[in-house]
């Protein structure tokens, strides 16, 4: 079981930059992979950024891609989305999740945490 809890949003301007936190709970942190996901009003919750157990692998959504780095600290048990360039349709609620497998499927993920607000104004 792990359970997380986001943290980092806010309201930013365009062209401006958030980092997002989300910690985990639990000592088996290091065995998970990790992803990112957000969710605008009215639509369905789309992947943002995965990251692999050990890190070495990084995956992201064609939208963010050159814009945003997921990374981790294993030792804080801690997962990072920098996010740099904002744009006005990166409005959401950010997610993180948990799974055994880095994937980009949504449902593969096991365990979410409750979400953080990201809001860029144009």
């Known amino acids: 079981q792990v359970q997380l809890v986001e943290s980092g949003g806010g309201l930013v301007q365009a062209g401006g930059s958030l980092r997002l936190s989300c910690a985990a709970s639990g000592r088996t942190f290091s065995s998970y992979a990790m992803g990112w996901f957000r969710q605008a009003p009215g639509k369905e919750r789309e992947f943002v950024a995965a990251?692999?157990?050990?890190?070495?692998?990084?995956f992201y959504a064609d939208s963010v891609k050159g814009r945003f780095t997921i990374s981790r600290d294993n030792a804080k048990n801690t997962v990072y989305l920098q996010m740099n360039s904002l744009k006005p349709e990166d409005t959401a609620v950010y997610y993180c999740?948990?799974?055994?497998?880095?994937?980009?499927?949504?449902?593969?993920?096991?365990?979410w945490g409750q979400g953080t607000q990201v809001t860029v104004s144009s």
């Open positions: 999740a948990a799974t055994e497998i880095v994937t980009t499927t949504t449902s593969s993920y096991d365990f």
């Open positions: 990251i692999s157990w050990s890190g070495a692998s990084t």
